[in-house]
């Protein structure tokens, strides 16, 4: 299927929109202060994810800030180190500032011309908002993750096909088409383990340009 195909787009936020790797690495600093030694990037990351990954579970009770709290105050302890409850908050509070790659306005901006747009991630109320207002959609485009069944269930008949546009990281839903955006890549895999394997947002307008004139 052609990207002109779709009538949809499912966009993941984090690493495809936003920057949350750098803001992730840059709110942690203080803690990697403290741990000493060189720590990769990779490396950290990692010990992120798996963190986060155990906690979300518990994302009804905790909310988005408690998730990135508690895995705040377990990465301090995974490091050996003691890190306060205010520590922690700030952390989580950090989300509201991460960056959005440079190419993700003026993507949407273009994307939005041709799709019906939804956003797919977690945050809270009050820097929902604020995202949206930078991504230029309305706050009921924003999907949580923890409600996206629910939408492919109640809405995705009204808008297939959609593509599902996400990180390489993350699993499938089986429903849709992907489109995998690697930005770490500096070459993208061949064969492409989705239906499409590009490096960034631009990619994607760039493609969606080349398809128009086919």
Known sequence: MGLTDYRALLIDCDEVLVDRDSGVLAALQPLLDSRGGHPSREQVLAEYNTVVANLYPRFAELGFSGVLCFAHRQLAERWGLHASWEEGMSFARSAGSWALFEDAPGAMLYLRKFYRLRVRGDRDAEDRGVL?????????????????????????EDVQPVLHVTRPSVAAHGVFDRCLIGRQRPRQPSPCAAEYCISSMADLVAQHQLSLRR
């Open 132 to 156: 949206c207002e930078r991504l230029g959609i309305a706050p009921e485009d924003f999907i949580s993750l923890a409600d996206d069944l629910q939408w492919l269930s109640e809405q995705a």
